[in-house]
């Protein structure tokens, strides 16, 4: 029988990837998109259309996670058999200057969903996602696990935290099948422009390109665990195929500094970098024609960091048979060739994606 999808954050980057994916398994698919995501030049719609979603079995609802009854009647409506709830704030700088409506749309918009879900008394019948973050793990040492403390170091990790433990707690209260991907950083091309690896793949054709101010960067010693979307979203259609609900942590098993991401980058155009200086005087230079290419901007330092992610995946592997593909290189060839094909006038940001 044809299964039903509901997508919340369908016009972000891995709802964007799981959506084909689950059209590409014969689901019917319905997604939740903000208004103001619907229509172009925004990201949003525009990688709904780069995947070529105009497909019979898709069915975009216009809507906001915070709303708890037009969630609830929503789903009502729909009656899907998984949910996957990917709608959030998901900059982390950005929660340090909204924290209130951070915490609104990634714990209350969670719990609009377990509530709808009860209420309905659909609790047998759907199986759910929740898009947990490694940013839980803030401040505890690498390699992070299922079992790590949590110790988030920003707003957007402690509404995330929140929304992990009504997950678990609605599981075990009301017998939900709701399972906590607990996911570390992973990218693509249809990447939001201002994480940074997006902002470095850009910047890198850009040079290419002819662009001569140096680009600006906050810490570049952060250490991430950076993988692909595309392997990810396949994680957590797995995590629902599990006999019983659980909490999974998807990781690449190998990280890198935002220093190293931007020496490999610019390796991949044919320029080797060399840092001179300290702190905010610290420049990143062409090693063969002495051009700066890399400033440091104090402004784009968070008030607290996290240090060093480092995910242990081991119990998706062994009980999921989950096993990310794409390793670190072809991770930054994809996205600095994908960068490559975007119109030069800028005029929008459609991608072919991966
Ligand atoms: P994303 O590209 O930022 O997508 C999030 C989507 O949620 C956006 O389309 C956004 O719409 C939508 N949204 C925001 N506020 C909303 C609201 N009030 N109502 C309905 N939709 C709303 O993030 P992503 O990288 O795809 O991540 C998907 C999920 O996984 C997020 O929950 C994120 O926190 C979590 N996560 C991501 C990573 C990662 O490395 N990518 C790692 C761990 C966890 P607008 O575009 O209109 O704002
Ligand atoms: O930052 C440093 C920055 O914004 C990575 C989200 O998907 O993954 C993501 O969160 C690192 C940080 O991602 C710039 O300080 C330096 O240490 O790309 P990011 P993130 O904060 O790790 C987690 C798992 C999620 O759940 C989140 O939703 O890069 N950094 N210079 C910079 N970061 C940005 N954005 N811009 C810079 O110029």
Not at 221 to 235: K, P, S
Request: with cysteine; proline share 4%; charged share 25%.
């Amino acid at each position: 029988m044809t299964k039903t999808a509901f997508i919340t954050g369908i016009a972000g980057q891995d709802g964007a990837y799981l959506a084909r994916f689950l059209l590409g398994k014969g689901y019917n698919v319905h997604g939740l998109i903000r208004w103001d995501s619907a229509h172009e030049p925004y990201e949003g719609k525009s990688r709904i259309n780069a995947l070529r979603l105009d497909h019979k079995n898709l069915t975009l609802h216009l809507g906001d996670i915070t709303d708890a009854n037009a969630v609830t009647s929503l789903i009502k409506k729909i009656e899907p058999d998984e949910i996957y709830n990917l709608a959030a704030l998901s900059q982390v700088h950005v929660s340090f200057q909204t924290p209130a409506s951070t915490l609104d749309i990634n714990t209350n918009g969670t719990l609009n969903i377990l509530e709808a879900v009860r209420i309905l008394g659909m609790e047998k019948s759907v199986r759910i996602y929740q898009a947990s973050s490694s940013e839980m793990f803030g401040s505890t040492p690498p390699p992070q696990n299922e079992a790590s403390p949590m110790m988030p170091c920003s707003p957007y990790g402690v509404a995330k935290l929140a929304a992990y433990h009504l997950a678990r707690t609605y599981r075990e209260a009301y017998g939900l099948f709701v399972c906590n991907g607990i996911l570390f950083n992973h990218e693509s091309p249809l990447r939001g422009e201002d994480f940074v690896t997006r902002k470095i793949a850009r910047a890198v054709v850009e040079f290419e390109q002819g662009r001569t101010e140096p680009m600006k960067l906050g810490n570049l010693d952060a250490i991430r665990d950076w993988g692909f979307a595309g392997d990810f979203v396949e994680g957590m259609w797995l995590m629902l195929r599990h006999k019983v609900a659980d909490d999974f942590v998807l990781s690449s098993g190998d990280a890198h500094s935002v220093r190293t991401f931007v020496e490999r980058a610019f390796a991949y155009i044919g320029v080797e970098i060399e840092w001179e200086g300290e702190g905010v005087e610290e420049q990143g230079i062409d090693a063969n024609t002495g051009r700066v290419m890399v400033d440091i901007d104090e402004a784009l330092f968070r008030p607290l960091e996290v240090n060093h992610l480092l995910g242990d995946a081991s119990k998706a592997a062994k009980t999921l048979g989950w096993a990310p593909e794409t390793d670190f290189e072809a991770l930054i060839g994809m996205m600095i060739n994908e960068e490559r094909q975007l119109p030069k006038d800028g005029s929008n940001t459609w991608l072919k994606a991966g």
